[in-house]
């Protein structure tokens, strides 16, 4: 009598203790393209990306800004004793040509002291400043705006991985939340079961159809499926946590999942896209941004190098210049540059042993070479890490294939135990020794499941397409 009050009292406190897979709440899907959607749109890391791209922008701005014309002033006098030494009254326009300068500036000069070299009253001049050697192929600004655009280019492929990065770590936080939470329900309903199965055990034992041994085998069945529901239950709130990471609203405050969402377990059911490994290779080869951001890297190298030869040729500078007595620097031009009215000059500079430019070119040759080795690494561990990973899959598939086989098998044993066991011809310990095998493999199955979308996502990722 004493057994069977404690067992009553015992099955009565089990069943006061709800799972919270079994409460009455409406659950609500947060279906997984929604989630992703969410993570590009609002994450700080995806405006971090974009942030990155807008200041590559910025720099362009700053190297067109050395193609700006220029308006220089200059207004000077000097008066002593009532004697007017000099009075200078200078504008110029300087336009930045892709090779050379075009001026074209008015003076206004007078004075008892004015300067020899320069024109009395009013007089203007058109011309230009030519590099020969030196600065013709390609100078400083030219090259600082061409690596400004190609560090665009750079730095798009550089968001691209910053959002390749943060999609792979979003996939796999919903995959592993999806994971558990498909475990806690079903260890949920294992624990419905095995209490109802202990009710039923129980009251087989008052009427004196059972033993005694039997209500205690599923007594502790039962236990032993709570605690793999409590595991689950902490695993889940930790995969949850997870998930709100990468939750943010537009007004970049964080966000919390709500204890009604749920995700989409059907996606663990979901069949891996076959692919051709070759052309996912050529593929990554060609639109992979880790591999396309050292591309553009050695192709801001080699506008370097091209700048740095430079230096090896002679400073050659010719300037030519019309002039006027008025304000009408063209009112003149008809007339043979070199028979009046002209101002011109060359100045050649020339170092005798070119060790600075000799040494500057070496370096940015080495420079070129040893980036180029590391791309050439780089792709091949590229290469290397989609073939682990297809290999991975395709594993997993088969691994996957064979415990769905095993799931039938264990659950016709299991089917065939019940029977056995309610025509009195088996124990309820084998009973419980066939539904923890079930268990057992229906817990391998979601394992792989997981394993196999997280081989699939990072195979994308390792091919950079997680963001296309």
């Known amino acids: 009598m004493i057994m069977k009050r404690n ?41 971090i990306a974009t942030i990155t791209e807008e200041k590559a922008v910025a720099n362009i701005q700053i190297a067109k800004g050395s193609f700006d014309p220029v308006f220089d002033v200059e207004s000077k006098s000097k008066t002593l004793d009532g004697k007017n030494y000099y009075r200078y ?71 691209n991985m910053m959002m390749n990065d943060l999609l792979l770590d979003a996939y796999t936080s919903y995959n592993q939340w999806a994971g558990v939470f498909k475990l806690y329900r079903i260890f949920s309903e294992y624990v419905a079961i095995s209490a109802a199965r202990f009710r039923l055990v129980n009251i ?61 377990t059907l996606i663990l059911n979901e069949t891996t896209q076959q692919i051709i490994l070759q052309n996912f290779l050529n593929e990554s ?50 007339i043979p540059l070199l028979e009046n009215n002209n101002r011109w000059g060359i100045g050649i500079k020339i170092p005798l042993l070119f060790r600075q430019g000799r040494g500057e070119y070496k370096i940015a040759k080495l420079k070129l070479a040893e980036n180029t080795l590391y791309f050439k690494q780089k792709i091949i561990e590229t290469d290397n890490k989609i073939k682990d990973y297809f290999k991975r899959i395709s594993i997993l598939q088969i691994q996957i294939t064979t415990a769905n086989s095993a799931l039938l098998n264990y659950n016709a044993l299991l089917k065939n135990e019940l029977l056995r ?48």
């Open 89 to 159: 009254n200078n504008g110029e326009i300087k336009i930045p040509l892709p090779i050379g300068d075009f001026k074209t500036g008015i003076e206004n000069n007078g004075g008892q002291l004015l300067n020899s070299e320069v024109s009395k009253g009013k007089s203007s001049y058109a011309g230009f400043e030519l590099p020969l050697a030196k600065g013709l192929i390609i100078d400083k600004r030219r090259a600082t705006l061409q690596q400004a655009k190609i560090a665009l280019n750079e730095n798009k492929q550089q968001r």
């Open 204 to 264: 087989g034992f008052t009427n004196g159809d059972k033993a005694a041994m039997d209500t205690t085998e599923a007594f502790i069945q039962m236990q032993n499926f709570m605690l793999l529901q409590n595991d689950a239950f902490i695993e889940l709130n930790t995969a949850t946590y997870q998930m709100n990471n990468f939750l943010w609203d537009q007004t970049e405050t964080a966000q919390q999942l709500a204890d009604n969402i749920v995700p989409d």
């Open 7 to 47: 067992l009553i009292i015992i099955s009565l406190f089990f069943f006061c203790v709800t799972p919270l897979f079994a409460q009455q709440i409406t659950y609500t899907i947060l279906p997984l393209q929604d989630f992703i959607a969410k993570v590009k749109q609002h994450h700080p890391l995806a405006k």
């Open 285 to 334: 080869n060609t639109t992979n941004p880790f591999l396309l951001q050292y591309k553009y890297k050695l192709e801001g190298l080699e506008v370097e190098r091209k700048l740095k030869f430079q230096q090896l040729l002679p400073e050659v500078n010719v300037k030519g210049n019309l002039l006027s007595k008025d304000f009408n620097p063209l009112k003149n031009a008809s």
């Open 421 to 468: 066991f309610n025509n009195g011809e088996s124990s309820l310990f084998l009973v419980n020794s066939r539904d923890n095998k079930v268990l057992e493999i229906k817990q391998k199955i979601i394992e792989l499941q997981v394993k196999l979308l997280k081989a699939t996502y990072t195979l994308n990722w390792a091919g950079g397409a997680l963001n296309r």
